[in-house]
């Protein structure tokens, strides 16, 4: 069956400091990845998308990484902030134009 | 651009009432929609794709007559709970492409910002 794994629930770093999410997949060969941001009771915000023939991508503070052998994408938040606290979420294309989704990390930055 | 609008925000009913929940395209055409069940420290999990003009699609397990979806115009989705009951208590979030009625696979999912129903 397919399946999407982020590899903690719960993450806690200092600021200033890089925070790392994994998100592993299995039984997948998506086009691209996209991760989104999910604050307390609130709807995801979009934040990156990767393609599979991109290695990296940036977005300011953000990097997010692909590998399609290992079936895994590396999200980095660089000089975290307690701004940056959220559940961080990454997602598959389906069939059907449906994105499916890992269950999440929460990331808490101390000030 | 590409702002979903989801109403209420909150809302708490009785066991065997029904709850609508409205989601608005504010300022784009979406033919297609999705319905989200999140519970606490879960996954967003598929609960149906709402199609406008024709009857929703429902993923497997999921009661589409329990979770009536309309999608009567280009820029509204409804989903009614129908006799709620407590496990029916969640986080429902709907969502569109933000291109609107063509569908780019690699552009962004813009979500609702949910609604929490609590079922007593």
């Known amino acids: 069956s397919q399946k999407i794994e982020q590899n903690s629930e719960a993450l806690n770093i200092q600021e200033g400091k890089t925070a790392t999410l994994t998100c592993n997949y299995t039984?997948?060969?998506?086009?691209?990845l996209q991760w989104y941001r999910q604050d307390p009771g609130r709807g995801p915000v979009f934040l990156l998308l990767?393609?599979?023939?991109?290695k990296e991508k940036r977005k300011e503070r953000l990097k997010v990484t692909f590998d399609t052998t290992l079936k895994q994408s590396l999200f980095h938040i660089t000089a975290s902030q307690p701004a940056d606290s959220a559940t961080y979420l990454c997602a598959l294309l389906i069939n059907d134009y449906k994105l499916s989704f890992g269950a999440g990390t929460t990331v808490t930055v101390r000030a | 651009g590409a702002v979903v609008s989801q109403h209420p925000s909150w809302v708490i009913c009785k066991s065997g009432t029904s709850v609508k929940i409205e989601c608005r395209s504010l300022d784009f055409q979406a033919t297609t929609m999705f319905w989200y069940r999140q519970f606490p420290k879960q996954s967003l999990m598929l609960m149906a794709t709402?199609?406008?003009?024709?009857?929703?699609?429902?993923e497997q397990g999921v009661e589409k007559d329990k979770f009536l979806i309309n999608h009567a115009s280009l820029t509204l989705s409804t989903l009614t709970v129908t006799s709620a009951h407590p496990e029916d208590s969640s986080f429902y979030i709907c969502?569109?492409?933000?291109?609107?009625?063509?569908?780019?696979?690699?552009?962004?999912?813009?979500f609702g910002n949910g609604t929490r129903l609590t079922v007593t």
């Open positions: 969502s569109a492409w933000g291109t609107g009625q063509r569908i780019i696979l690699n552009s962004p999912l813009h």
């Open positions: 709402s199609n406008e003009g024709s009857k929703a699609t429902y």
């Open positions: 039984n997948y060969s998506p086009a691209y």
């Open positions: 990767i393609r599979e023939n991109e």
